[in-house]
């Protein structure tokens, strides 16, 4: 009753989305998951050059961290913005992208 129990409310939980819900839950567990492989990742392939360079075993790794957390906070705020309101700035937003890539284009080899 016990494990199986929880294997099933779980699998129904994952089955399911919420109506409600403004997210796909099944592609938030994913990416949560792609995270933490890429953060154990980071972690192994740069153990040893961390070391060398900053004499602190996990310094790429607090790094990586870091910038998950920050990037999980914004993507946060920005589920809590309605959908309609992408749609009537989605132009604006295009011409910013383009001007971006323009940016990179032109700075990239300096940085």
Known sequence: ??????????????????????????????????MLTGLIMVTSASFPISSRLTDQP????????????????????ILQVPLEQWFKKSHYLLWVSFGLLIVVLLAGKSV
């Open 58 to 77: 996990f310094h790429f790794m607090l790094r990586h961290a870091t910038f998950l957390v920050l990037a999980i906070g914004t993507s946060a705020v």
């Open 1 to 34: 009753m016990g494990l199986s129990n929880v294997k099933h409310n779980i699998g129904n939980w994952l089955k399911h989305p919420a109506p409600e819900a403004l997210f796909d839950r099944q592609l938030v567990w994913i990416a949560l998951g792609l």
